[in-house]
């Protein structure tokens, strides 16, 4: 009897699952647009390289970031040919503007 009691209580737990939680902002995460770069330069934010410039051109494609301030570079070869800080919300896209002789 008492181990019938016992494998009850467990079927009875087993039934139980604890609640899944999911949190969401509604909003889409933040993103950087690159406009200008040129051929072949390669952009660079806070000091990683996430490819060729050129294809975050925002048609289609935008480069997902976090929220907040990064540094955003855009070389080609060892030459930074475009630098800025730049701060990105969520549901943001900023947009780098590349323009010839505008390294800062």
């Given at each position: 009897?008492?181990?019938?009691?016992?494998?009850a209580m467990l079927a009875l737990l087993c039934g139980c699952a604890l609640p899944e939680t999911r949190v969401?902002?509604?909003e889409?995460?933040?993103?950087?647009i690159v406009a200008g770069?040129?051929?072949?330069a390669v952009l660079y934010v806070d000091g990683l390289p996430m490819g060729a410039a050129a294809q975050y051109d925002g048609k289609p494609k935008v480069l997902a970031v976090l929220?907040?301030?990064h540094q955003v570079e855009v070389r080609q070869g060892e030459t930074?040919?475009?630098s800025e800080k730049a701060y990105v919300?969520?549901?943001e896209t900023h947009t780098v503007?590349?323009?010839a002789g505008t390294a800062q």
């Open positions: 009897m008492r181990a019938m009691a016992i494998v969401s902002t509604g889409a995460a933040p993103g950087l770069a040129p051929a072949g929220e907040g301030a930074v040919v475009y919300g969520n549901g503007r590349v323009a």
